[in-house]
């Protein structure tokens, strides 16, 4: 079956630093993947919506500065966490899918960042 | 999007059936009933999806009602490795899955 592929599983970066997430679609193209975060005893919360070749459309409330994205190919978009703070710290997850209407979205295995 | 409710948590017994509910009163006539599964630490899990009739894979039931407001997932002999965050949500075709608390079930020996 289909499978999207997220790097690294679990980051640990110093406040002000930026951390990459990368999210890979492997036997498939997606045009549009999806980056959500879930903090502790929480659900997953969508944070935006990555297009190939256009601009991410970001959820409210969500910093489109901070949580820079790139949608560079049909396989790969990455999540930037820039300056992170503490309170970045946080599950982060993506996900893809096929482009036909009875199709499901696959998730990454999810990257845990965690800012000192 | 579609908004669901489920039961915080539940319980099951080993090797018994584990039934789900959801509540998904405002799903679109052109929105498939989703649901996925969370284990600790772990991106969720696709377990089945329907839009009108019953499901049945190697994983699960789906039970869709007429009026398509609820659904019930079956796990017809839980496992404890079936001890997760289970989520029902809506949705069509490339568009991003809104997802609510879930419930929590728990697999007892």
């Known amino acids: 079956g289909a499978v999207v592929s997220q790097h690294p599983s679990r980051v640990i970066c110093k406040s002000g630093t930026s951390v990459k997430i990368e999210c890979r679609s492997l036997?498939?193209?997606?045009?549009?993947m999806f980056w959500y975060r879930q903090f502790p005893k929480q659900s997953l919360m969508l944070m935006a919506t990555?297009?190939?070749?256009?601009?991410?459309?970001?959820e409210q409330g969500v910093e489109k500065d901070k949580f820079l994205i790139n949608h560079a190919s049909l396989t790969l978009s990455t999540l930037t966490v820039t300056s992170a703070h503490p309170e970045d710290s946080s599950f982060y997850i993506c996900?893809?899918?096929?482009?036909?209407?009875?199709?499901?979205?696959?998730f990454g295995s999810g990257t845990q960042l965690s800012v000192l | 999007d579609a908004k669901t409710t489920q039961p915080p948590s539940m319980d099951c017994a080993e090797g018994r059936a584990a039934n789900l509910p959801c509540n998904h009163s405002t799903i679109s006539g052109n929105e498939y009933v989703y649901w996925y599964r969370q284990i600790h630490s772990q991106g969720p899990q696709y377990i089945i999806h329907g839009l009108k009739n019953n499901e049945t894979n190697e994983m699960a039931s789906l039970i869709i009602t007429e009026d398509r407001k609820s659904s019930t997932l079956i796990l017809p002999h839980a496992t404890l490795r079936d001890t997760a965050v289970y989520y029902c949500t809506g949705g069509s075709g490339n568009t991003p899955l809104v997802f609510g608390k879930g419930t929590r079930l728990s697999v007892i020996a």
């Open positions: 036997d498939f193209q997606a045009t549009t």
């Open positions: 990555s297009n190939e070749g256009s601009k991410a459309t970001y």
């Open positions: 996900s893809a899918g096929r482009s036909a209407t009875n199709e499901k979205l696959f």
